[in-house]
């Protein structure tokens, strides 16, 4: 909707006269001049709303009416998903490789030897 709204005090009485409406569930005022004033609820009847802030304000429009509909819950991104499973089932327990080395040594020369 649009109110004229020149000062502080006057979108004050709009937000109070559209909350005491019957259904509204938020109000909120938009625009770069602060003069749209958006209305969300159940069941509400605009031309009431409209005629309400024309008694209080002085002049009122309604630009337009549109049902909201629920977002849809958002999904996970593929990627995430995809790194969770590539380590699901954690891998199986391996235990730490254990190196063998060889000892080697020279052959040791006796004294003793035979011709």
Same mark, same amino acid.
């Given at each position: 909707?649009?109110?004229?709204?020149? $000062?502080?005090?006057?979108?004050?009485?709009?937000? *109070?006269?559209?909350?005491?409406?019957?259904?509204?569930?938020?109000?909120?005022?938009?625009?770069?001049?602060?003069?749209?004033?958006?209305?969300?609820?159940?069941?509400?009847?605009?031309?009431?709303?409209?005629?309400?802030?024309?008694?209080?304000?002085?002049?009122?429009?309604?630009?337009?009416?549109?049902?909201?509909?629920?977002?849809?819950?958002?999904? *996970?991104?593929?990627?995430?998903?995809?790194?969770?499973?590539?380590?699901?089932?954690?891998?199986?327990?391996?235990? $730490?490789?254990?190196?063998?080395?060889?000892?080697?040594?020279?052959?040791?020369?006796?004294? $003793?030897?035979?011709?």
């Amino acid at each position: 909707m649009k109110v004229t709204m020149n $000062c502080q005090k006057c979108r004050a009485e709009a937000m *109070k006269v559209a909350a005491k409406t019957d259904g509204v569930t938020s109000v909120a005022i938009e625009g770069p001049d602060k003069d749209k004033m958006v209305v969300v609820g159940d069941d509400i009847d605009t031309a009431s709303l409209s005629l309400a802030l024309k008694k209080k304000l002085g002049h009122s429009v309604i630009l337009t009416v549109e049902e909201v509909k629920p977002k849809p819950p958002e999904k *996970k991104p593929e990627e995430i998903i995809k790194a969770l499973y590539e380590y699901w089932p954690p891998p199986p327990y391996r235990p $730490c490789p254990i190196y063998c080395s060889e000892i080697y040594s020279e052959p040791q020369q006796s004294n $003793c030897s035979l011709m």
